[in-house]
């Protein structure tokens, strides 16, 4: 589940910002910081949720 929000977060944010008229190469940038900031924050989300009793 965490994988899949972060994959159609991380391709919002690259299709967005090609859109705004960036390169390619920046909105992959774009869209891969999107990424790996969602699957961290999920992932401390999850983690947070499991460890309270």
């Known amino acids: 589940m965490v994988l899949i929000g972060a994959v159609i977060v991380?391709?919002?944010a690259g299709l967005l910002a090609y859109?705004?008229?960036n390169?390619?190469?920046t909105a992959v940038l774009a869209?891969?910081?999107a990424?790996?900031?969602t699957?961290?924050?999920l992932l401390?989300?999850?983690n947070?949720?499991?460890s309270r009793p």
């Open 10 to 12: 991380g391709a919002a």
């Open 19 to 21: 859109a705004g008229g």
């Open 23 to 25: 390169n390619v190469p």
């Open 31 to 33: 869209g891969g910081s």
């Open 35 to 37: 990424f790996g900031a």
């Open 39 to 41: 699957v961290l924050l």
């Open 44 to 46: 401390a989300l999850l």
């Open 48 to 50: 947070f949720a499991s």
